[in-house]
């Protein structure tokens, strides 16, 4: 949850937050798009003994990559005016528009793990002040908008969990390409894994497909070598590890035979190839394997 204060000229008793668990998305094919819950911590302004009530008029905002600053989208949800007289607790919706285009640029940023925005408020308020009016034999107290103001906030380092965006927010954008499969990086061989996984979810978002295959073929080369130091060549490295590994070394071996199998009559030149799906298949299958060879290493003790 990431909290910043809504500064109302030297006043700094407001403050609005953003949870990053309570992001959502929806509209999904016609009009995808994040819903981000605001919620203000509102009160008047000055002490007790003379509050200034004020109205929230309007909130602009716009949504950014934290780590490149890239400006994503901007907010089209309309926001109704929120008049402060009293202290209390509201939440407004925030809605960000995504096009295909602009969710593969955060899913690229992304690179499969969680994903960091930063979201840019401007605030325009309407500033109240009092009149005292004889009215026969009474008197009244009018309030009329006397001022307005503008104020900016940013509420940084609003860090989605990769398994709450692919759960819960990517399915209702329209993008079914993702399956989340959680992978430990506890153990020292499977922490040095992890990078060669990442490089390959790099790639992955590059389209190159190539890259993909190569990078998932030396995270198994290291697990393969952390398995049999722990094993030997015992039943569970020669059978349990080893008929898990063929298969995956079949796979991700398909991108070194490509030239010969052109060659062969069997096949004909235009089919013989290797698309994102074979590299979605194959990344899937790594971060599979990464699991299977932690548990076994705990099973070694």
Request: glycine share 8%.
């Amino acid at each position: 949850m990431v909290e910043a204060t809504l500064q109302i000229r030297q006043y700094s008793n407001n403050k609005v937050t953003i949870d990053a668990t309570e992001i959502t998305g929806e509209g999904a094919p016609t009009f995808p798009r994040i819903i981000v819950p605001l919620k203000m911590k509102l009160s008047p302004l000055g002490d007790e003994n003379q509050k200034k009530e004020f109205v929230i008029l309007g909130i602009a905002s716009a949504l950014f990559i934290q780590d490149t600053q890239q400006k994503i989208t901007v907010s089209s949800s309309p926001t109704y005016p929120y008049r402060v007289s009293n202290n209390y607790e509201i939440t407004s919706r925030l809605e960000f528009g995504l096009s295909p285009d602009r969710l593969q640029i955060v899913e690229a940023q992304r690179g499969g793990g969680d994903l960091n925005l930063r979201f840019d408020l401007w605030f325009t308020l309407g500033l109240f002040d009092s009149v005292q009016v004889n009215d026969g034999a009474n008197q009244r107290t009018l309030k009329f908008l006397s001022d307005i103001e503008y104020s900016a906030v940013q509420l940084s380092n609003v860090k989605i969990p990769q398994s709450h965006w692919v759960k819960n927010i990517l399915p209702h954008l329209g993008s079914t390409q993702y399956f989340l499969v959680e992978v430990p990086k506890g153990d020292k061989a499977i922490a040095k894994s992890w990078q060669y996984v990442e490089r390959a979810e790099e790639a992955f978002g590059r389209w190159d497909t190539k890259g993909v295959l190569s990078n998932c073929r030396e995270v198994g080369k290291v697990l393969d070598t952390t398995v049999k130091g722990q094993y030997g060549e015992g039943f569970t490295y020669k059978e349990r590890w080893g008929r898990a590994f063929k298969v995956f070394t079949h796979l991700c071996s398909l991108g070194l035979h490509l030239e010969d199998k052109s060659q062969e009559e069997a096949f004909s030149g235009q089919e013989v190839k290797i698309t994102r799906a074979d590299a979605e298949l194959v990344l899937v299958l790594t971060k599979a394997l990464m699991k299977f060879a932690e548990e076994l290493m705990k099973e070694r003790g």
